[in-house]
Structure formats: structure tokens, C-alpha cells
């Protein structure tokens, strides 16, 4: 199906189970998952508490897959050089969080990973107007984040349109990432709108069927939206 976009899966381990996140990391990876999606909370800057970059460093022996590294933390610059050194292939920080935005970018390419940036619902894209060339993924929340779990809000259909427009009329070649409240139902919506790289908690890590059922289920609606863009 030539329409079919790129589509990348990122399971977030916030919905796995804590006890095992080896087994999750595998079961996801051989489900075909790319990405594995680590929600770190600090607590301050969301009101829920996860962990940190010794995670990342225990997990990354047992996985291949790109270790997608979302800092939901405030002054997020004090820990992006040991994020880096655990495994982290992209660190995502939150405009919200940063006084210096580009320099926290430069910062994060500098220590060898790729460098995102997370907008809330709320924040509108001119945030993030004249970082592109320093960006290598936007993630657009289509949740407020904190919590696993969450319903989708429709009003960020547009805001993904807009930003596929933004990242596309500057000419870059940055990752765009949608994350929260996706299943099958609003895969096809997010794709179509412009998303490339779907983060996917409860619908993977809590699919009836398993993990393996819970991105397959996606990547059906992918393609299934692929017949409309």
C-alpha cells in the first residue's frame, strides 16, 4: 500500500509492569516496537514520581530497540549528560521546563543524543517557532502529562496538522510524536493529521491479548489510515 506512511511504535514502560520491565522491553521489541518510551516524573513538574537514568542503564542491556527518553522533570539540564551515558538515544524536554530552551538543546546533541522537545496541550507551537534547526523530534502531548491512562483530547488534531505544516515548510527532517491516549481508534486520526512516532502505554502494555496483540492492533490502524493520506 504505497499511501502508507512511516510509522514508528514507541511502548511506554509507564504502563508496563514495574516488576518486570526486562520481560516488557523484550516483549515489545519483539513485537517490532522501534522505540521504548521512558516517562520520567520528578514529581514538581508533574504531580507522579517514575524513575531515572539508572533505569534506562539496567534496561539498556537487554534491548536494541531506541531508547526514547521524555524528561517531564523541571531544570531537566542537570541530568541530560547522565541520561546520555545510561543509553538514552533521544532526550525529550519540556519547553514548559527550560529558561534557555536552545541552549538545553544544544546540550542534549552534545552529549551524543538526538535532541526533542515536548509541548502540553495548552502550549501553542509558536514555542518552539525558532528551535526547529535544533530540534530532531516534537512530541505534541495529546494529553496533560502525569498519568498513564488518559483520554485523548481531540482539540490536538489540529495542533499535530499545524506542526506537520511547521516542521515540513522549515525543511525539517525532525520526528513528529504524539503521545497520549492512542489506540487503534485514534491512530488512524493522529496519522492522518501528521504523526510518525506513536506512543502507546495502556493499549500495548494493558492489551487483553498481550503486548504482541497491542501493537499489532496499531499497526493495523496505521495502515488503515494509510488509505486515506
Not at 25 to 43: K, N, P, S, T
Not at 100 to 119: D, F, N
Request: glycine fraction near 8%; aromatic fraction near 6%.
Amino acid at each position: 500500500m504505497s499511501g502508507v506512511p512511516r510509522v514508528l511504535i514507541a511502548p511506554s514502560l509507564l504502563s508496563a509492569d514495574f516488576a518486570h520491565f526486562a520481560q516488557a522491553v523484550r516483549e515489545a521489541r519483539e513485537a517490532g516496537a522501534e522505540l521504548l518510551h521512558f516517562d520520567v516524573m520528578d514529581g514538581v513538574f508533574v504531580p507522579n514520581i517514575t524513575f531515572g537514568a539508572q533505569m534506562v542503564q539496567a534496561l539498556r542491556h537487554h534491548s536494541d530497540a531506541i531508547f526514547d527518553v521524555h524528561l517531564m522533570i523541571v531544570q531537566p539540564e542537570r541530568y541530560i549528560e547522565q541520561f546520555a551515558q545510561a543509553g538514552a538515544d533521544i532526550i525529550t524536554v519540556h519547553a514548559e521546563a527550560c529558561v534557555h530552551l536552545q541552549r538545553t538543546l544544544a546540550q542534549i546533541r552534545e552529549s551524543g543524543a538526538r535532541a526533542g522537545v515536548a509541548l502540553n496541550p495548552a502550549t501553542p507551537l509558536s514555542a518552539i517557532e525558532y528551535v526547529i534547526p535544533d530540534i530532531d523530534l516534537l512530541l505534541v502531548m495529546t494529553v496533560n502529562p502525569g498519568f498513564g491512562g488518559q483520554q485523548f483530547i481531540t482539540e490536538m488534531l489540529r495542533k499535530i496538522a499545524r506542526a506537520r505544516a511547521m516542521l515540513d515548510e522549515a525543511g525539517s527532517e525532525a520526528w513528529l510524536e504524539v503521545d497520549g491516549g492512542i489506540n487503534g481508534t485514534t491512530t488512524p486520526l493522529v496519522v492522518r493529521a501528521g504523526a510518525r512516532v506513536l506512543v502507546a502505554g495502556s493499549s500495548v502494555f494493558g492489551h487483553p491479548e498481550g503486548v504482541r496483540a497491542g501493537v499489532e492492533e496499531l499497526r493495523q490502524a496505521v495502515w488503515e489510515a494509510g488509505e486515506k493520506v
